[in-house]
Nanobody, 123 residues
Framework: QVQLVESGGGLVQAGGSLRLSCVASGRIVSFNAMAWYRQASGKQRELVAGITSGGDTNYADSVKGRFTISTDNTKNTVYLQMNSLKPEDTAGYYC?????????????????WGQGTQVIVSS
């Protein structure tokens, strides 16, 4: 089973920066896509940024120009660099990874979520 562990969240003042990391572990064979979602209190979870295995990226309009998603496939890690943070960026941030892993006897597709890391931006 593929497990994801996020880190890098915390409390930061408006205008500051944070870098989130998400490390995937397990018998991973390949990645199709990696993404960061966020969920603020009382709101639905929304896509923040995504990246495909081919390197194509997409961003929510609210974070374009401020956030950057990247990967290090040698470390099975996806990052989210967040600059010029705003109070409205305050949320729980969740990593999502889609790919294929090996069970020991067969290959299968997986769609895994991390437990989340909290980001709080003070004004």
């Amino acid at each position: 089973q593929v497990q994801l562990v996020e880190s890098g969240g915390g409390l930061v003042q408006a205008g500051g920066s944070l870098r989130l990391s998400c490390v995937a572990s397990g018998r991973i064979v390949s990645f199709n896509a990696m993404a960061w979602y966020r969920q603020a209190s009382g709101k639905q979870r929304e896509l923040v940024a995504g990246i495909t295995s081919g390197g194509d990226t997409n961003y929510a309009d609210s974070v374009k120009g401020r956030f950057t998603i990247s990967t290090d496939n040698t470390k099975n890690t996806v990052y989210l660099q967040m600059n010029s943070l705003k109070p409205e960026d305050t949320a729980g941030y969740y990593c999502n990874v889609i790919g294929r892993d090996y069970t020991g006897s067969s290959f299968r597709s997986f769609n895994s979520w991390g437990q989340g890391t909290q980001v709080i931006v003070s004004s």
